[in-house]
């Protein structure tokens, strides 16, 4: 059985400060990892995925997330906020089957 | 550019009167799948077809059904809706190469079709 739990359902920050956002999960398997970026009324986006190479993995729009197996975590992280990250962000285990976190919602204040 | 298309975007219909949805894709995988999604809440996975087979999820209601009559094009239709049918309906698509017809491989998502029961 796979899961994965959001620890945050909503992160505020301030533009140009830090962001992560956490994500732990459980799996019987070794797993893809996902992290998907929704903006209002939008379909969601591919921001970067974990498929057992690199732990540190780079994805779009400068985030990034690091695959911790001994922490089963995978948080999300972006140096430097900009207004436009504002949006809905879900974690994904996958395995065979797919699990979506409950998402975390991402404020970013001027 | 290849990528998942659905029409329409903005879908209104009336309590008990059948919808269809529609979505393509050109992408030409052979996994495609539906999830609804409710205000705030995280998408939440129908049914989805590796190539011509169908999978639902055990606790999809008989009130949706789906049809894939070729590679690119998947419907979801709703045979009754009701108000608690209101809600984002996004389609995906990936290629399975685990021929399991699951994630594992990432899913494209198209921009979603809001349907609104009156």
């Known amino acids: 059985a796979q899961s994965v739990t959001q620890l945050d359902s909503h992160v505020s920050v301030s533009e140009g400060t830090p962001v992560l956002l956490r994500c732990n999960y459980s799996?019987?398997?070794?797993?893809?990892l996902f992290w998907y970026v929704q903006h209002p009324n939008k379909g969601l986006q591919l921001l970067l995925k974990?498929?057992?190479?690199?732990?540190l993995v780079k994805g779009i729009n400068g985030f990034e997330a690091e695959f911790k197996k001994s922490e089963t975590s995978f948080h999300l992280t972006k140096p430097s906020a900009h207004m436009s990250d504002a949006a809905e962000y879900f974690c994904v285990v996958s395995g065979p089957d797919m699990r979506f976190g409950a998402g975390t919602r991402l404020t970013v204040k001027p | 550019d290849a990528m998942v298309i659905q029409n329409p975007r903005y879908q209104v219909t009336q309590f008990g009167k059948p919808v269809t949805l529609s979505c393509s894709q050109t992408?030409?995988?052979?996994?495609m799948y539906w999830y609804q999604q409710k205000s705030s809440q995280a998408p939440k996975l129908l049914f989805h077809y590796y190539d011509k087979d169908f999978n639902n999820e055990a606790d999809t209601p008989d009130n949706f059904q789906s049809r894939r009559p070729n590679t690119s094009f998947c419907f979801l239709d709703i045979r009754s809706p009701g108000l608690g049918d209101a809600a984002m309906y996004l389609c995906?698509?990936?290629?399975?190469?685990w021929g399991r017809g699951t994630a594992d491989n990432e899913q494209f998502f198209g921009p979603g079709t809001r349907l609104t029961v009156l």
């Open positions: 992408l030409n995988h052979n996994v």
């Open positions: 974990y498929t057992s190479a690199a732990t």
């Open positions: 995906a698509t990936s290629y399975s190469l």
């Open positions: 799996s019987s398997y070794s797993p893809s």
